[in-house]
């Protein structure tokens, strides 16, 4: 039985006080984006004297590196799936609240010199996958080898057909950066350096392709004057173009879920607010994303399509739930997580459901 607004009152004055929470977000179209650059959490929750502030506030690292494994108490995270289901398979305390998906850009992508123009001529060649050496959740190299594998799907082809070829990451993928209240987690060198092993070893020929996605691998495509072997963000099939952020997640530490849902609930209230902003403001709303993403208003137009600023309400609809599972089925066949876990009993729909949108 759901409480009612008195009875979420009554918890809320006899509840742990807090007077901060946390977030974080990835750099891809996300409400959360929205609602910082609109001031719309500090309105909410300034009264009570809680601030808002991101994981980048803090000069500890241990403290940022909650965007990859959420151990910061009080946080909410938004982005890309692998991080929340590796943490959960390793019985990390947070519940999942909303699912995302904003389809983006995403290719396999090979020189002309390579001779490949179609998925089938993926044969007997070798894609290139960057390996992170240095971070304990490689969530890049999973993207990358799934869109792979969905580039040889397309044409019938084995993974076993293909040579993957592992490219060693040195750099830690979270940067070192100034603190911010608001900022982004990585700095745009740092960002920009994000592929800069897999476009070497294309342009020296060592490897033939290597995926790409969103405003950057767009970037990336044009500046080595490659082309897609395979499109795979905009194809029909969900299963195709399902990645790392496709569908997001939006997660939340359990302790806050137990003992302050009002402020949950609050949280979530303004993410739907954002969207709904969004929706009425196309072109902000696709500024806001080329800032997040650190690129310009031309490559995020281009990377996400007519309809990103439609698509950021966080839901639990079936589909997108299916979606998650069918990521964390690949995660976990293909080693990125040790153990399986029900993912449905992650979920918790108490927020959505009290703000009519399940």
Known sequence: ??????????????????????YTRCPVPTATGIAIQEG????????????????????SRDVRESHFDHRQPDSFRQGGSTPPIWNHSIHRD???????????YQAIIARPEAGITAPKQLRNRRIGIPRRVN????????????????????AGVSPDEVEFIDLPVTEAYMGDT????????????????????EAFAMVRGT????????????????????????????????EIR???????????????????????????????????WSKSNRQAAVQSFANEVGTSFEWAEAAYGARAH????????????????????????????????????????????RLGLL
């Open 1 to 22: 039985m759901l409480e009612t607004v008195a009875d979420r009152q009554e918890r809320a004055a006899v509840a742990r006080a807090l007077d901060r929470l946390w």
């Open 40 to 59: 719309m959490f500090e309105r909410e929750f300034a009264p009570d004297g809680i601030s808002v502030v991101s994981l980048r506030a803090s000069a």
């Open 94 to 104: 947070t519940r999942l609240i909303g699912l995302t998906w904003v389809d983006e």
């Open 135 to 154: 971070d304990k959740i490689d969530f890049f190299a999973a993207m990358c080898l799934r869109g792979a594998h969905a580039a040889l799907k397309l």
């Open 178 to 197: 100034a603190e911010s209240s608001s900022g982004q987690l990585w700095s745009g060198g740092h960002r920009a350096r994000r592929q800069q092993v």
């Open 207 to 238: 490897v033939d392709a290597i995926y790409v996605s969103g405003a950057a691998g767009l970037w990336l495509r044009e500046f080595l004057g490659a082309q897609d072997v395979a499109e795979l963000g905009f194809h029909p099939d969900p």
């Open 242 to 276: 399902g990645s790392n952020q496709q569908p997001a997640t939006l997660t939340v530490s359990a302790q806050l879920v137990r003992e302050r849902p009002d402020l949950v609930d609050r949280y979530v209230a303004q993410l739907v607010r954002a969207s709904e």
């Open 310 to 353: 439609l698509d950021l309400t966080p839901s639990l609809a079936e589909p997108m739930v299916r979606g998650l599972e069918s990521h964390k089925r690949f995660l976990l066949d293909h080693g990125f997580i040790k153990s399986d876990f029900d993912l449905r009993e992650w979920i918790y729909g108490g927020s959505l459901e």
